[in-house]
């Protein structure tokens, strides 16, 4: 049966209006929208299907869309995993991480934190992890984000490499995104489930490192120490000569006038920040320390040969002591640390 005029005005006008409420939401969600939003902004139930078959929009997970095509922002999946997640969700982990800016996230998965009753589920890109703690968690617009210790500690627990927590964690705490003692306290009060990676990378602070590389450093030269070959040695002490300081290399083996750094290309790869290394390095050896400069794709491809490189040098500057008027600030202990359990 054919419309009425009448009908065919009211017909274009609930298209209208559709399509305004539809793109409402679109423009508010970073172009991402559930299956029931479209429902909710009386478009018909085909349209997503028509989209997405003519390459217009995407289908990340099942009931959510991208209206467009290409790379999604870590904004667009935020939005997919808080969808997912439903409306209590909060979305933190490693991608949560990445929208807070915290260098070093491990990857682009989301956790979308929801309530213990909550039976949403995900996938292995936005996954669902249930929790009975109140969740804080701040806007950006209607996104909501977990703050950067609960972003963290979730991302945390879903990675499986000692290397990636320990970039994350010295990542995160050197940028002022978090503190040690902020990610010490809430690890406590967390199930300790999953969390084993965390607390030795927590632990890897405490000792002195700032970084991946100068903690995997520090694990081998502390079985060096173990075997007797390299006398026990601090990680980042500030080294003074009388009251100017001199810098703080990553290793310092008091008693042999010996340190070492981590030359990483993010940290020294362009020309003023070598220039700073080449300065830095001068200075040491004014005032009569040797430091030996080793890349982290350096020492991860033969870690044990340098370890022992060093202990070899540490030998043969054993007698030397420490040059006069030299002082040195630890900022943690002596390494490694008696009584301390070793890891595995």
Known sequence: MALSPCGL???ALMHSKSAGRLASILAEQSDVIAYFQVIAAGCDSGLPTREVAAGRWQQPIRGVYVAGTGELTYLQRAWCAQLVGGEEAVVSGPLGCHVL???????????AVVPSGCHRHGDEHYQVR??????VWGLRGRLRLAGPTRAVIDACRITRSLQDVRALVCGAIRAKHTTYQALVTARASEPRAGLGLLGRALQDWA??????????????????????????????????????????????????????????????????????????????????????????????QSPRAWGALFSAMSDDRCGLGDPKGLRIEPIGPLQPVPGRRRPR
């Open 207 to 300: 000792d002195g490192a700032r970084s991946a590389p100068e903690a995997e450093v520090a694990d081998v030269l502390r079985d060096e120490v173990r075997a007797g070959r390299l006398p026990p040695f601090l990680l980042n002490p500030n080294v003074y000569d009388g009251a100017v300081l001199l810098g703080a290399p990553d290793v310092y083996v008091p008693g042999c006038s010996l340190g070492a750094e981590t030359d990483s290309v993010r940290h020294h790869g362009s020309e003023q920040q070598l220039s700073g290394t080449l300065s830095r390095h001068q200075v040491f050896e004014r005032a009569g320390i040797v430091l030996e400069h080793v890349t982290p794709s350096r020492f991860r």
């Open 130 to 135: 249930r929790s009975a703690a109140e969740q």
């Open 101 to 111: 800016g915290i260098p070093d996230s491990p990857s682009l998965i989301a956790v």
């Open 9 to 11: 005005v009211w017909l």
